[in-house]
């Protein structure tokens, strides 16, 4: 089992910047497949990017494609989601997640079996 815990939202202006960060507790980080979703209010949880085990492939919504970046250090048992760029349509509650599934870059948030608590992104305009 895997505890995840994200940090590094806050309030920013359009056109800002934010990394997030989400550390992994236990020692088998990289038998995990991550991902970073995200839930505006009132709306779905949607997938924003994804990452395999070891980082050498990764994924994006087309919503933040082209201005953020995902990256993981197995090390450091982090994930990262660079967003560049933001919008206020950017505004939502970031989750990482967690999979030991097979299939990578699933976008549907059921195929992950570990979550963090969430941190607020808001964008002002």
């Known amino acids: 089992q895997v505890q995840l815990v994200e940090s590094g939202g806050g309030l920013v202006q359009a056109g800002g910047s934010l990394r997030l960060s989400c550390t992994a507790s236990g020692q088998t980080f990289n038998s995990y497949a991550m991902a970073w979703f995200r839930q505006a209010p009132g709306k779905e949880r949607e997938f924003a990017a994804g990452i395999s085990r070891n980082g050498d492939g990764t994924d994006y919504a087309d919503s933040v494609e082209g201005r953020s970046t995902i990256s993981r250090d197995n090390a450091k048992n982090t994930v990262y989601l660079q967003i560049n760029s933001l919008k206020p349509e950017d505004t939502a509650v970031y989750y990482c997640?967690?999979?030991?599934?097979?299939?990578?870059?699933?976008?549907?948030?059921?195929?992950?079996?570990?979550w963090g608590q969430g941190t607020q992104v808001t964008v002002s305009s």
């Open positions: 997640a967690a999979t030991t599934a097979k299939i990578l870059f699933s976008t549907t948030p059921t195929s992950y079996q570990y």
